[in-house]
């Protein structure tokens, strides 16, 4: 074969490998743009008015998800905006609210003070900005809540407690704890918050907070509560996740063994031929 019957041949096999190319490009191999990501969802809110000491006292509570399975919702905020009867904007606040883990909830409360009643008050969210996450959604274990109780104290008011564990194996060096009050029905009346510091695994700490302004509401029938990491990225929460979760069970038995073996009863033997 000459030299340029070589050449000949190299450039006929170029030419086909980049029609083939070509032609699986047209046949749907171009890659696909990426899927845009998906908006917070507002689940539930609900916000209460009732007369103060210095004015009317705005409280609110509600409930967003993220349904976006790996990616942190983060920098969200919420604009409290109450009017009186009138139409006069006599409450405003904007309230920075802790990130969104993926495929999960965010649970909130806040109060705010107002000189006039409100007889309307709308919540209003900011849009998150999202970051993709270092972990698989399963990673980030919930921290679980312990040894709950709710109690009246009357005037609208109950008392909420419990203890919040910490199943990682780094410590937890902030965490807000959440209780959202539901009626009969389920539906949401209220809610508050608290903070819990230096959460280490194996010694669960406990939480107190008082739920207020329910006057009206009717009965309460569950305490909803939950505990996460505090701040607007949700660098904390990976940053457990990576440190790796507990095994399910590391305590040994604090119950003496049992006096003598209960027995067992041992499966009949199959004789069949």
């Known amino acids: 074969m000459t030299q340029r019957s070589r050449n000949t041949t190299a450039?006929?096999?170029?030419?086909?490998v980049a029609a083939a190319a070509s032609l699986l490009t047209g046949c749907g191999g171009e890659q696909q743009p990426k899927q845009a990501l998906k908006?917070?969802?507002?689940?539930?809110?609900?916000?209460?008015?009732?007369?103060?000491?210095?004015?009317?006292?705005?409280?609110?509570?509600?409930?967003?998800s993220n349904p976006n399975r790996w990616y942190f919702g983060e920098n969200i905020a919420a604009t409290i905006v109450g009017r009186d009867a009138a139409g006069k904007e006599v409450v405003r606040m904007e309230q920075p609210l802790d990130a969104v883990p993926p495929a999960g909830s965010l649970?909130?409360?806040?109060?705010?003070?107002?000189?006039?009643?409100?007889?309307?008050?709308?919540?209003?969210?900011?849009?998150?900005?999202?970051?993709r996450?270092?972990?698989?959604?399963?990673?980030?274990?919930?921290?679980?809540?312990s040894a709950s109780n709710t109690e009246k104290l009357g005037n609208g008011s109950y008392l909420v407690t419990g203890a919040v564990g910490n199943p990682y194996q780094k410590a937890a060096t902030s965490l807000v704890v959440t209780a959202l009050l539901r009626d009969r029905a389920g539906r949401l009346v209220g809610g508050a918050s608290t903070y819990v510091d230096d959460v280490r695994a194996g010694s669960p700490r406990r939480f107190v907070l008082t739920v207020d302004s329910l006057n009206g509401t009717g009965p309460v029938a569950h305490a909803d509560i939950t505990a996460r990491t505090w701040g607007s990225s949700g660098r904390p929460y990976e940053e457990l996740a990576m440190s790796g979760a507990?095994?399910?069970?590391t305590d040994r038995p604090k119950t003496p063994p049992f006096a003598r073996?209960?027995?067992?009863?041992?499966?009949?033997?199959?004789?069949?031929?």
């Open 39 to 64: 908006p917070l969802v507002i689940k539930e809110q609900t916000s209460t008015v009732t007369q103060g000491t210095g004015g009317f006292v705005v409280t609110w509570a509600g409930v967003i």
């Open 133 to 145: 996450a270092g972990r698989i959604p399963s990673a980030f274990v919930p921290f679980p809540i």
């Open 246 to 249: 507990l095994p399910p069970s």
């Open 261 to 273: 073996d209960r027995g067992y009863q041992a499966m009949p033997v199959d004789r069949r031929p």
């Open 11 to 16: 450039l006929a096999l170029g030419l086909g």
């Open 107 to 131: 649970k909130f409360t806040g109060q705010a003070m107002a000189s006039s009643k409100p007889v309307d008050v709308k919540v209003a969210y900011k849009p998150a900005q999202w970051r």
